[in-house]
Protein backbone atom coordinates (compact mmCIF):
# COMPACT_ATOMS: atom_id res chain seq x y z
CA UNK A 1 0.00 0.00 0.00
CA UNK A 2 2.81 2.55 1.07
CA UNK A 3 4.59 1.65 -2.13
CA UNK A 4 1.66 1.94 -4.29
CA UNK A 5 1.51 5.85 -2.73
CA UNK A 6 4.88 6.66 -3.39
CA UNK A 7 4.40 5.45 -7.22
CA UNK A 8 1.05 7.76 -7.22
CA UNK A 9 2.70 10.48 -5.65
CA UNK A 10 5.79 10.42 -7.85
CA UNK A 11 3.81 9.84 -11.15
CA UNK A 12 1.67 13.30 -9.87
CA UNK A 13 4.85 15.22 -9.78
CA UNK A 14 6.01 14.28 -12.76
CA UNK A 15 2.80 14.71 -14.98
CA UNK A 16 2.87 19.03 -13.11
CA UNK A 17 5.56 19.21 -14.20
CA UNK A 18 5.57 18.04 -17.08
CA UNK A 19 1.60 19.61 -18.23
CA UNK A 20 2.49 23.19 -16.73
CA UNK A 21 5.59 23.16 -18.05
CA UNK A 22 4.00 22.84 -21.37
CA UNK A 23 1.11 25.23 -20.79
CA UNK A 24 4.05 27.89 -19.71
CA UNK A 25 5.18 27.34 -23.15
CA UNK A 26 1.99 27.47 -24.76
CA UNK A 27 0.87 30.73 -22.81
CA UNK A 28 3.43 32.70 -24.32
CA UNK A 29 2.43 31.54 -27.74
CA UNK A 30 -1.07 32.45 -26.97
CA UNK A 31 -0.04 35.90 -25.38
CA UNK A 32 1.86 36.84 -28.37
CA UNK A 33 -1.61 35.97 -30.59
CA UNK A 34 -4.11 37.54 -28.32
CA UNK A 35 -1.81 40.97 -27.69
CA UNK A 36 -1.33 40.43 -31.70
CA UNK A 37 -5.11 40.62 -32.20
CA UNK A 38 -5.64 43.56 -29.70
CA UNK A 39 -2.63 45.53 -31.85
CA UNK A 40 -4.19 44.59 -35.46
CA UNK A 41 -1.09 42.68 -36.43
CA UNK A 42 -0.33 38.48 -36.70
CA UNK A 43 1.86 37.36 -33.88
CA UNK A 44 3.91 34.73 -35.06
CA UNK A 45 3.10 33.15 -38.22
CA UNK A 46 6.15 31.62 -39.82
CA UNK A 47 7.22 28.97 -37.62
CA UNK A 48 4.52 26.33 -38.15
CA UNK A 49 1.21 26.20 -39.06
CA UNK A 50 -0.14 29.91 -37.56
CA UNK A 51 3.35 29.71 -36.02
CA UNK A 52 2.83 26.66 -33.71
CA UNK A 53 6.44 25.80 -33.81
CA UNK A 54 7.96 28.78 -32.00
CA UNK A 55 7.05 27.77 -29.11
CA UNK A 56 9.87 24.87 -30.10
CA UNK A 57 11.89 27.58 -31.82
CA UNK A 58 12.13 29.23 -28.70
CA UNK A 59 12.71 26.45 -26.55
CA UNK A 60 15.76 25.49 -28.36
CA UNK A 61 16.93 29.03 -28.74
CA UNK A 62 17.49 28.99 -24.97
CA UNK A 63 18.62 25.77 -24.55
CA UNK A 64 21.38 26.21 -27.35
CA UNK A 65 21.89 29.99 -26.41
CA UNK A 66 25.43 31.07 -24.63
CA UNK A 67 25.12 31.13 -21.03
CA UNK A 68 27.61 33.85 -19.39
CA UNK A 69 28.15 34.68 -15.81
CA UNK A 70 29.76 38.54 -15.42
CA UNK A 71 32.96 38.16 -14.07
CA UNK A 72 32.49 40.44 -10.70
CA UNK A 73 28.73 38.43 -10.22
CA UNK A 74 28.38 36.15 -6.98
CA UNK A 75 28.40 33.14 -8.90
CA UNK A 76 26.87 30.58 -6.76
CA UNK A 77 24.12 32.90 -5.99
CA UNK A 78 23.96 34.10 -9.43
CA UNK A 79 23.30 30.28 -10.38
CA UNK A 80 20.73 29.42 -8.13
CA UNK A 81 18.25 32.25 -8.55
CA UNK A 82 17.04 31.25 -11.20
CA UNK A 83 16.43 27.50 -9.54
CA UNK A 84 14.54 28.88 -6.99
CA UNK A 85 11.86 30.95 -8.89
CA UNK A 86 11.17 28.15 -11.19
CA UNK A 87 11.00 25.81 -8.00
CA UNK A 88 8.93 27.23 -5.63
CA UNK A 89 6.54 27.87 -8.62
CA UNK A 90 5.77 23.83 -8.98
CA UNK A 91 5.99 23.24 -5.46
CA UNK A 92 3.47 25.63 -4.62
CA UNK A 93 0.89 23.65 -7.34
CA UNK A 94 1.56 20.39 -5.13
CA UNK A 95 -1.19 21.89 -2.50
CA UNK A 96 -3.16 22.90 -5.80
CA UNK A 97 -6.52 20.73 -6.36
CA UNK A 98 -6.21 21.28 -10.27
CA UNK A 99 -9.71 18.78 -11.04
CA UNK A 100 -12.70 16.57 -9.29
CA UNK A 101 -11.72 13.11 -8.52
CA UNK A 102 -12.13 10.66 -11.64
CA UNK A 103 -12.05 7.23 -12.45
CA UNK A 104 -9.60 5.49 -14.50
CA UNK A 105 -8.65 2.18 -15.37
CA UNK A 106 -10.77 0.97 -12.39
CA UNK A 107 -8.63 3.34 -10.15
CA UNK A 108 -9.93 6.70 -8.35
CA UNK A 109 -7.43 9.18 -9.44
CA UNK A 110 -7.07 12.36 -7.09
CA UNK A 111 -5.57 15.37 -9.18
CA UNK A 112 -3.66 16.90 -5.92
CA UNK A 113 -0.17 15.87 -5.28
CA UNK A 114 -0.62 16.87 -1.52
CA UNK A 115 -3.92 17.09 0.26
CA UNK A 116 -3.46 19.22 3.56
CA UNK A 117 -5.52 20.64 5.76
CA UNK A 118 -3.61 24.51 5.46
CA UNK A 119 -3.64 23.74 1.32
CA UNK A 120 -4.10 27.76 0.97
CA UNK A 121 -1.28 28.88 3.86
CA UNK A 122 1.07 26.56 2.02
CA UNK A 123 0.85 27.43 -1.28
CA UNK A 124 0.96 31.62 -0.41
CA UNK A 125 3.64 30.60 2.21
CA UNK A 126 5.63 28.95 -0.98
CA UNK A 127 5.15 31.18 -3.77
CA UNK A 128 6.50 34.09 -1.36
CA UNK A 129 9.84 32.40 -0.84
CA UNK A 130 9.80 32.90 -4.77
CA UNK A 131 10.66 36.37 -3.88
CA UNK A 132 14.22 34.97 -3.15
CA UNK A 133 15.07 34.37 -7.12
CA UNK A 134 14.73 37.82 -8.48
CA UNK A 135 15.64 39.54 -5.97
CA UNK A 136 19.10 37.51 -5.44
CA UNK A 137 19.26 37.16 -9.11
CA UNK A 138 19.60 41.08 -9.39
CA UNK A 139 21.91 41.95 -5.64
CA UNK A 140 24.07 38.73 -7.21
CA UNK A 141 24.92 40.30 -10.70
CA UNK A 142 27.19 43.19 -10.01
CA UNK A 143 24.98 45.69 -12.32
CA UNK A 144 23.55 48.48 -10.73
CA UNK A 145 19.89 47.89 -12.70
CA UNK A 146 20.26 44.27 -12.14
CA UNK A 147 20.35 45.80 -8.09
CA UNK A 148 17.58 48.06 -8.28
CA UNK A 149 15.37 45.04 -10.27
CA UNK A 150 16.22 43.13 -6.82
CA UNK A 151 14.86 46.50 -4.71
CA UNK A 152 11.84 46.90 -6.81
CA UNK A 153 11.14 42.94 -6.18
CA UNK A 154 11.50 42.93 -2.58
CA UNK A 155 9.20 46.29 -2.41
CA UNK A 156 6.21 45.17 -4.99
CA UNK A 157 6.21 41.04 -3.55
CA UNK A 158 6.22 41.70 0.27
CA UNK A 159 3.63 44.62 -0.10
CA UNK A 160 1.39 42.59 -2.18
CA UNK A 161 1.67 39.72 -0.80
CA UNK A 162 0.54 41.08 2.45
CA UNK A 163 -3.03 42.45 0.34
CA UNK A 164 -2.92 38.96 -0.79
CA UNK A 165 -3.39 37.48 2.44
CA UNK A 166 -5.66 39.87 4.22
CA UNK A 167 -8.01 39.49 1.09
CA UNK A 168 -8.38 36.07 1.49
CA UNK A 169 -8.80 36.26 5.02
CA UNK A 170 -12.59 36.93 5.11
CA UNK A 171 -13.50 33.89 2.91
CA UNK A 172 -11.88 31.79 4.91
CA UNK A 173 -13.87 33.37 7.92
CA UNK A 174 -16.93 31.97 6.24
CA UNK A 175 -15.49 28.59 5.20
CA UNK A 176 -13.69 27.91 8.73
CA UNK A 177 -11.27 26.17 7.02
CA UNK A 178 -7.67 26.59 5.39
CA UNK A 179 -7.72 23.33 3.10
CA UNK A 180 -8.58 23.94 -0.98
CA UNK A 181 -10.94 21.24 -0.96
CA UNK A 182 -13.14 22.46 1.92
CA UNK A 183 -13.33 25.82 0.16
CA UNK A 184 -14.07 23.89 -3.23
CA UNK A 185 -16.47 22.17 -1.24
CA UNK A 186 -18.47 25.22 0.26
CA UNK A 187 -19.83 26.69 -2.49
CA UNK A 188 -21.14 23.27 -4.26
CA UNK A 189 -24.47 24.37 -4.05
CA UNK A 190 -24.28 26.10 -7.24
CA UNK A 191 -23.59 29.09 -9.05
CA UNK A 192 -25.42 31.34 -6.42
CA UNK A 193 -23.25 29.91 -3.83
CA UNK A 194 -19.90 31.00 -5.27
CA UNK A 195 -18.11 33.43 -2.86
CA UNK A 196 -17.50 36.30 -5.08
CA UNK A 197 -21.23 36.69 -4.44
CA UNK A 198 -20.48 37.26 -0.90
CA UNK A 199 -16.83 38.62 -1.27
CA UNK A 200 -17.12 40.77 -4.19
CA UNK A 201 -14.18 43.21 -2.26
CA UNK A 202 -12.39 40.46 -1.62
CA UNK A 203 -12.44 38.85 -4.85
CA UNK A 204 -11.14 42.35 -6.43
CA UNK A 205 -8.31 42.52 -3.89
CA UNK A 206 -7.03 39.28 -4.19
CA UNK A 207 -6.86 39.71 -8.30
CA UNK A 208 -5.28 43.10 -8.07
CA UNK A 209 -2.67 41.96 -6.13
CA UNK A 210 -2.13 38.62 -8.21
CA UNK A 211 -1.05 41.05 -10.98
CA UNK A 212 1.81 42.34 -8.65
CA UNK A 213 2.75 38.96 -7.39
CA UNK A 214 2.90 37.57 -11.20
CA UNK A 215 4.43 40.40 -12.10
CA UNK A 216 2.36 40.98 -14.95
CA UNK A 217 1.03 44.99 -16.43
CA UNK A 218 0.53 46.97 -15.16
CA UNK A 219 2.92 46.15 -11.82
CA UNK A 220 5.51 44.46 -14.13
CA UNK A 221 7.96 46.93 -12.11
CA UNK A 222 10.53 43.80 -11.55
CA UNK A 223 11.80 43.89 -15.42
CA UNK A 224 9.83 46.45 -16.72
CA UNK A 225 9.28 45.86 -20.30
CA UNK A 226 9.32 50.08 -21.16
CA UNK A 227 12.67 50.45 -20.09
CA UNK A 228 16.12 49.70 -22.02
CA UNK A 229 17.38 46.96 -19.65
CA UNK A 230 15.24 44.47 -17.97
CA UNK A 231 15.57 44.63 -13.97
CA UNK A 232 16.87 41.66 -12.20
CA UNK A 233 16.96 39.88 -15.85
CA UNK A 234 19.71 41.76 -17.40
CA UNK A 235 22.50 39.61 -17.05
CA UNK A 236 21.00 36.33 -17.24
CA UNK A 237 21.03 34.82 -21.21
CA UNK A 238 20.04 31.35 -22.02
CA UNK A 239 18.11 28.28 -20.13
CA UNK A 240 18.20 30.32 -17.03
CA UNK A 241 17.12 33.42 -17.98
CA UNK A 242 13.98 31.34 -19.61
CA UNK A 243 13.72 29.51 -15.65
CA UNK A 244 12.79 32.56 -14.45
CA UNK A 245 9.70 33.00 -16.98
CA UNK A 246 8.97 29.83 -17.19
CA UNK A 247 8.33 30.09 -13.04
CA UNK A 248 6.18 33.20 -14.03
CA UNK A 249 4.05 32.31 -15.75
CA UNK A 250 3.40 28.72 -13.30
CA UNK A 251 2.91 31.73 -10.84
CA UNK A 252 -0.17 32.96 -13.10
CA UNK A 253 -1.73 29.60 -13.63
CA UNK A 254 -1.48 29.24 -9.78
CA UNK A 255 -2.74 32.52 -8.90
CA UNK A 256 -5.68 31.60 -11.56
CA UNK A 257 -6.58 28.17 -9.83
CA UNK A 258 -6.48 30.01 -6.58
CA UNK A 259 -9.04 32.37 -7.74
CA UNK A 260 -11.27 29.71 -9.45
CA UNK A 261 -11.62 27.83 -6.46
CA UNK A 262 -11.31 30.39 -3.78
CA UNK A 263 -14.09 32.42 -5.25
CA UNK A 264 -15.66 31.17 -8.44
CA UNK A 265 -16.92 27.76 -7.39
CA UNK A 266 -13.91 25.53 -8.03
CA UNK A 267 -14.51 22.26 -9.62
CA UNK A 268 -17.85 22.38 -8.64
CA UNK A 269 -19.96 20.81 -11.85
CA UNK A 270 -21.65 24.40 -13.30
CA UNK A 271 -25.27 23.47 -14.77
CA UNK A 272 -24.61 21.57 -17.56
CA UNK A 273 -21.36 21.38 -17.69
CA UNK A 274 -18.73 19.31 -15.83
CA UNK A 275 -16.68 20.42 -12.92
CA UNK A 276 -13.61 19.54 -14.75
CA UNK A 277 -14.33 20.90 -17.80
CA UNK A 278 -16.09 24.16 -15.77
CA UNK A 279 -12.77 24.84 -14.15
CA UNK A 280 -10.58 24.53 -16.89
CA UNK A 281 -12.91 27.22 -18.35
CA UNK A 282 -12.82 29.55 -15.63
CA UNK A 283 -8.55 29.10 -15.80
CA UNK A 284 -8.29 29.90 -19.34
CA UNK A 285 -10.82 32.94 -18.89
CA UNK A 286 -8.86 34.55 -16.04
CA UNK A 287 -5.72 33.85 -18.13
CA UNK A 288 -7.02 35.60 -21.08
CA UNK A 289 -8.09 38.50 -18.91
CA UNK A 290 -4.47 38.93 -17.43
CA UNK A 291 -3.60 38.87 -20.68
CA UNK A 292 -6.47 41.36 -22.12
CA UNK A 293 -5.26 44.21 -19.35
CA UNK A 294 -1.95 43.53 -20.49
CA UNK A 295 -3.40 45.02 -23.60
CA UNK A 296 -5.09 47.79 -22.27
CA UNK A 297 -3.19 49.46 -19.03
CA UNK A 298 -0.07 51.33 -19.31
CA UNK A 299 2.46 50.99 -16.71
CA UNK A 300 2.53 52.85 -13.14
CA UNK A 301 5.44 54.08 -11.09
CA UNK A 302 6.73 52.47 -8.06
CA UNK A 303 5.45 55.42 -5.69
CA UNK A 304 2.20 54.78 -7.36
CA UNK A 305 2.58 51.29 -6.53
CA UNK A 306 3.06 51.70 -3.41
CA UNK A 307 0.26 54.28 -3.05
CA UNK A 308 -1.96 52.03 -3.87
CA UNK A 309 -0.86 49.32 -1.69
CA UNK A 310 -0.58 50.97 1.58
CA UNK A 311 -3.00 53.49 1.05
CA UNK A 312 -6.26 52.26 -1.07
CA UNK A 313 -5.57 47.94 -1.02
CA UNK A 314 -4.35 47.54 2.43
CA UNK A 315 -7.20 49.61 4.24
CA UNK A 316 -10.11 48.27 1.74
CA UNK A 317 -8.96 44.55 3.25
CA UNK A 318 -8.63 45.23 6.79
CA UNK A 319 -12.31 47.21 6.52
CA UNK A 320 -13.45 43.83 4.79
CA UNK A 321 -12.59 41.37 7.31
CA UNK A 322 -13.88 43.65 10.23
CA UNK A 323 -17.46 44.11 8.32
CA UNK A 324 -16.82 39.73 7.51
CA UNK A 325 -16.39 39.34 11.41
CA UNK A 326 -19.24 41.75 12.56
CA UNK A 327 -22.10 39.71 9.94
CA UNK A 328 -21.00 36.35 11.18
CA UNK A 329 -21.03 37.48 14.47
CA UNK A 330 -24.82 39.37 14.38
CA UNK A 331 -25.50 36.25 12.00
CA UNK A 332 -25.25 33.70 14.96
Not at 213 to 226: V, Y
Not at 316 to 331: P, R
Request: net charge neutral; hydrophobic share 55%; glycine share 8%.
Amino acid sequence: MQTSIIIETVIKAIVILAVFSALAGFTTYIERKVLAFMQRRLGPMNVGPYGLLQIVADGIKLFTKEDFIPQYAIRPVFMIAPIITASTAFIAMSAVPFLPEFELFGYTVRPILSDINVGILFVLGVASVGLYGPLLGGMSSANKWSLLGGARTAIQLLSYEVVSGLSLLAPLMLVGSLSLIDINNYQNAGFTSWLVWSQPLAFILFVISGFAETNRTPFDLLEHEAEIVAGYATEYSGLRWGMFFIGEYANLFTVCFLISLVFLGGFNDLWFIPGGLAIILKVMTLIFFFLWTRASWPHIRPDQLMWLCWKILMPLAVINVVITGFVMMFLE
